[in-house]
């Protein structure tokens, strides 16, 4: 996919009802090119000049994950990764606990399982969001 220019991005926070700084429009085009998951000190490394500190990298990540348009992912990596929501829909994953290496997959269960949840939930009255990973092993490493 081609990466969006700065243009698309700006229309993209505005719609959330949030600036186009500079930073915002930095954390979106750095995800975009990761393609896939990254940390903090990833991100941190892509960005060219530096600039921006971890606290600063950290605070613009929750505003843009609140404004759905980046999701927080577990990978058992003992950290946070964050990933860019491509057009406004969120993927899942398929993680090789041996080398690593990530697959995504659409599917997404969300509906049937939310009806199942909350008929046996007795402490829930309503479910907004869910993480999905699947940890195994890959072709590779079998
Ligand atoms: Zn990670
Ligand atoms: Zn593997
Ligand atoms: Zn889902």
Redesign the pocket.
């Known amino acids: 996919m081609a990466e969006k220019g700065n243009t698309a991005y700006a229309s993209l926070l505005r719609e959330r009802g949030l600036k186009a700084t500079p930073q915002r429009l930095q954390l979106l085009a750095l995800l975009s090119r990761a393609k896939r998951p990254v940390s903090i000190p990833e991100l941190q490394a892509g960005a060219e000049g530096g600039g921006m500190d971890t606290a600063t990298f950290y605070r613009g990540l929750e505003t843009l994950t609140a404004a759905t348009l980046v999701r927080k992912v577990d990978l058992r990596h003992g950290h946070t990764d964050y990933e860019l929501m491509e057009n406004g829909k ?3 994953h398929l993680v090789c606990t041996i080398c690593g290496h990530i697959e995504k997959f659409t599917w ?3 509906n049937k399982l939310r009806k199942q949840i909350l008929k046996q939930t007795k402490g829930f009255t309503g479910l907004d969001d ?1 993480s ?1 990973e699947f940890f195994g092993v890959c072709k590779k490493c079998a």
């Open positions: 969120h993927h899942h997404c269960p969300d869910h999905l």
